[in-house]
């Protein structure tokens, strides 16, 4: 009979040890910390910048050109809306990546039912 240990995982050890790491996991934010996100993601510059960039999303790059060489004022305003749209995209993908993990907690939390147990530990 061979008396080597098995290598072999027991069912489950890896989706236990993701549950109890998750278990003992602290608050990832404090509530100072959620209302400055609330702050920053309903600011009302955002509606104007998100506008703006919709808007030059339906002209052609040609149009965007000759609008721009035309008028001096319109290039410094597209400069400065550039600007803001990529600082913007900036604050969405934190947002999503905020989302996405509140969602992943979120879904860990409420599958503590049927959450895997290691009844050799127990």
Same mark, same amino acid.
């Given at each position: @009979? ?9 069912? $489950? ?6 549950? @109890? ?7 990832? @934010? ?10 920053? $993601? ?14 030059? !999303? ?40 905020? !989302? ?6 979120? !879904? ?15």
């Amino acid at each position: @009979m061979d008396t080597k240990k098995s290598t072999r995982r027991r069912p $489950y050890q890896r989706e236990l040890a993701v549950w @109890m790491k998750f278990k003992r996991q602290p608050a990832q @934010m404090t509530l100072e910390q959620v209302l400055v996100c609330e702050k920053r $993601y309903h600011d009302p510059k955002d509606g104007v910048t998100r506008r703006a960039a919709f808007q030059s !999303m339906s002209r052609s790059g040609a149009e965007l050109i000759k609008a721009c060489n035309s008028n001096p004022d319109l290039a410094a305003s597209a400069l400065a809306l550039s600007d803001a749209a990529c600082e913007y995209a900036g604050r969405l993908r934190h947002l999503a990546g905020i !989302m996405e993990s509140a969602g992943t907690r979120l !879904m860990l939390a409420s599958a503590a039912e049927s959450a895997p147990v290691d009844r050799e530990a127990a």
